[in-house]
């Protein structure tokens, strides 16, 4: 394996990885990201597993789409939200068996 200089495109890399863990370091945000992994869902229905207001919701969905983890799609009046990375939640697995959560 070789090993790269950290120069400005490998730098990219990882400010891009550095946004998506920022866009899931919310409590909610995650749990959005492990209900979206059975399937898409309306916002409607999100709203309805979360005790929060709609419009936090949905800048809590916005951050999540503008790191590229959910796509969205809008029926009518609905808006729908798919998970468009799951592995990204597998490292969870791995560190709850770790530690025994």
């Known amino acids: 394996m070789q090993i790269e200089k950290l120069d400005t495109s490998l730098l990219k890399k990882y400010e891009s990885r550095v946004a998506i863990l920022k866009a899931m370091a919310h409590p909610t945000r995650l749990y959005i990201l ?8 309306c916002v409607c229905e999100i709203d ?9 919701i949905s800048k809590h969905l916005a951050v999540l789409f503008n790191a590229g983890l959910v796509s969205r799609e809008k029926k009518g009046l609905n808006v729908f939200y798919t998970l468009e990375t799951p592995c990204l939640l597998l490292p969870f697995k791995c560190l709850e068996k770790e530690n025994n959560v």
């Open 34 to 41: 492990d209900i979206l992994k059975e399937g898409t869902m």
């Open 48 to 56: 309805r597993l979360i005790d929060s207001d709609t419009s936090t």
